[in-house]
């Protein structure tokens, strides 16, 4: 189960999303947590019959659900509400400004369930609480690197602690591309298969240089040279020369970098005296533009080296 949850108590506390909750009953069940992004609309199970019912996941109740607990017999609903809050469900909202039934509000005390009530209409709510919960809920790991968008590819450097990531993405960012983060970068998975990398709030739009401290790439080149979020296409690693190391000189076989899971097109670049870095980190992204229309260069220039070197039958001349 993913370990990343959300109480109900934060649910009531957002603002940005607009869900525009209040709370019914059940005080004592704020603690309850969320760890799926799936909604339910609990319909027959309001009925008695709770064999599909996901206790774990945010129920919804609209004006069907309401109005039919309005016209049933008050003992029958009452029985049935006993039995649907007997699950340790995480917390029920109330759409379309309904008020919920006085026996549901009593029910939910009893067992400790949260009964929130929101303005919106159904669809409208379901479909705000889904992106939430989803933006909240997503894998989220911490790497340290720079994230830059060099054009419109998202490119990770990493490398060890002051062999120049930093002063790569700061020369970028003069030649016209955009900064996202520096040092610390906050990285979430998005479904199915993508990666949105972004700076931490403190540190936001600043970058360390040895030698000068703290600047604020804002502040120095304007807003068109940052970006407050970016997925990442690709990691680019920038490592010591090693003499005796054999870097590769083709580019044949991709290499991956795995993030959560996520496997990435990964780049060794050695740093050297004379190395013009950020010329090759933007070489390196218009050639990942390339692969994705399907040119690859160095698999091109395999196929055209092996079609001329193709054996010949014994006793051909050489010409």
Known sequence: MNTISLTIQDLLGEKEYGLDLSLFAGEGGLSHRLYSSRIQKPGLALTGYTEHLHPDRLQVLGNTEISYLDQMPREQAAANIARFCSFPISCLVVTKGLTPPDFLRE???????????????????????????????????????????????????????????????????????RLVGDDIIRIKKKMPASLVGQAGETIQYHMEIRGLGIINIKDLYGVSSIREKKIIDMVLELVEWDPEHEYDRLGIDDRVYSILGVDLPHICIPVRPGRNLTSIIEVAARNFLLKGMGYHSAREFHEKLMSRLEVRPLGDEVE
């Open 107 to 177: 029910e939910a005390d009893k067992a400790g369930i949260p009964v929130l009530g929101t303005p919106l209409q159904s669809s409208l709510f379901i479909s705000l609480i889904t992106k939430f919960l989803e933006e909240k809920l997503l894998p989220t790991t911490h790497i340290h690197g720079v994230l830059v968008d060099v054009l419109g590819v998202g490119v990770l450097l990493l490398g060890k602690s002051g062999i120049g990531k930093s002063e790569c993405a700061l020369d970028l960012v003069i030649r016209g591309h």
